[in-house]
């Protein structure tokens, strides 16, 4: 079980906006740590999408966006293509915990 | 260019050993504190461990503390990972993976272990 939350798929068509949740607890994503967004696309490295809840990085389009409420944070992707079919994962920090945590992943297909 | 880049990963058996490496280019690797995530098959990714520069600090997952070591050299830019006692439940895809503050900035692509008899 993932310290974070994420629903394991969401699809959406070609065009379209779809929205990735990342839900955690009072002592992660509540305690006030940041949330941060990477893609994955099976047998390459990860990228990072989005840091620090709605920061992006330079080369990630503007249709990627992220924000944060209480204790859980959101992925928006507008705009759909299918070359954004790939693996999402949230991560954020842990204060009972040494380390980062992650969210499950989102798989979004892309209709 | 800056890159990762993975090596060492392979088919061993349960309570075997295995001997992780990254290799860092294109940036100044003695600067950077580092992390080793991992994915096992149909999975999310796991954070298992964290070296400090200087390697004064190091932290892992519950899941591996004790049996898995984390290392580096400076010198020859590389980031290690000793893993001793492997379970099943360690056979994963292995990141070497450059922090930039709370989030990670660089993944390399990855090197698949598979705990097996």
């Known amino acids: 079980q993932s310290v974070l939350t994420q629903p394991p798929s969401v699809s959406g068509a070609p065009g379209q906006r779809v929205t990735i949740s990342c839900t955690g607890s009072?002592?992660?994503?509540?305690?006030?740590?940041?949330v941060h967004w990477y893609q994955h696309l099976p047998g390459t490295a990860p990228k990072l999408l989005i840091f620090?809840?709605?920061n992006r990085p330079s080369g990630v389009p503007d249709r990627f966006s992220g924000s944060k409420s209480g204790t859980s944070a959101s992925l928006a992707i507008t705009g759909l293509q299918a070359e954004d079919e790939a693996d999402y994962y949230c991560q954020s920090s842990d204060t009972s915990l040494s380390g980062r945590v992650f969210g499950g992943g989102t798989k979004l297909t892309v209709l | 260019e800056v890159q990762l880049v993975e090596s060492g990963g392979g088919l061993v058996q349960p309570g075997g050993s295995l001997r992780l490496s990254c290799a860092a280019s294109g940036f100044i690797f003695s600067t950077y504190h580092m992390n080793w995530v991992r994915q096992a098959p149909g999975k999310g990714l796991e954070w298992i461990s964290y070296i400090s520069v200087t390697s004064t600090t190091t932290y892992y997952a519950d899941s591996v503390k004790g049996r898995f070591t984390i290392s580096r050299d400076n010198a020859k830019n590389s980031l290690y990972l000793q893993m001793n006692s492997l379970r099943a439940e360690d056979t994963a895809v292995y990141y070497c993976?450059?922090?930039?503050?709370?989030?990670?900035?660089?993944w390399g692509r990855g090197t698949l272990v598979t705990v097996s008899s």
């Open positions: 009072g002592s992660n994503i509540g305690a006030g740590h940041d």
């Open positions: 620090d809840n709605t």
């Open positions: 993976v450059r922090p930039a503050g709370w989030y990670f900035d660089l």
